[in-house]
């Protein structure tokens, strides 16, 4: 890794990791689906939607309480999390460029990673692309008090990186991704998956919105702060 530099008001550069990194968020409903049905249980229309950005404990409890899926919270947690990481054992879905937009940024700032996915499943993903060493910080929000949409991930990797919230760039995908990173107060660029297209609320308040990350370039970051 090159030398960091700190300019134009940008001092560090914060990923999200599934529908970003990783093309995950299809995965994540599809075994929360085939759980719900395996046990005969309807699929709410907005669930989802909903628990896109939820942290473990938030999302297994709305598998239990609202879907119906029977057991406890941190039973049906420990069933999901463990159909995931065998998934991912037989294929890493990484997204185009995003091994390549990591290192290419980490090249210039520090780098955070403010993911929903389980502590778990954040190392393992990030140990299998050889990224570990990319990211200076790296929080799931299960190690928080809230998932997205609150900031409180985001102003958590900010804490640990010991820099303003509005000094950084927020790199997300799904709508309570983005709003968790607008009301942290970062700078955010969009990178929309076209099977989850995030509401027009949370594209209202982003900086820039991009197709894939092959766009997100150190001018891009950099032209962030003007």
């Known amino acids: 890794m090159g030398a960091i530099t700190v300019d134009n008001g940008i001092h560090a550069v914060v990923f999200d990791l599934d529908g970003v990194i990783i093309d995950s968020e299809g995965l994540w409903d599809e075994v929360r689906r085939g759980l719900a049905a395996e046990n005969g249980r309807p699929w709410p ?89 990319a990211f200076r910080v790296t929080l799931s929000t299960e190690q928080v008090e809230e998932g997205k949409p609150s900031p409180a991930v985001y102003l958590a990797v900010a804490a640990q990186l010991d820099l303003p919230p509005e000094t950084l760039v927020a790199i997300e995908d799904s709508s309570n991704g983005l709003r968790a990173a607008s009301r942290a107060g970062m700078h955010v660029i969009a990178v929309p998956r076209p099977e989850f297209p995030p509401a027009a609320d949370a594209l209202s308040h982003v900086d820039r919105v991009v197709h894939g990350l092959d766009e997100v370039t150190v001018d891009l970051v950099r032209s962030l702060a003007s």
């Open 45 to 133: 229309d907005d669930a989802t939607h909903l628990m896109m950005g939820m942290s473990t404990p938030e999302w297994s409890a709305y598998l239990t309480d609202t879907v119906g899926v029977p057991g406890t919270a941190g039973e049906v947690a420990e069933t999901v999390i463990g159909h995931m990481a065998k998934r991912y054992r037989q294929h890493l879905p990484l997204l185009p460029g995003s091994v390549e937009a990591v290192r290419r940024l980490a090249q210039q700032w520090p780098l955070g990673l403010a993911s929903s996915s389980p502590r778990r499943l954040i190392d393992s993903v990030l140990l299998a692309a050889d990224l570990t060493g």
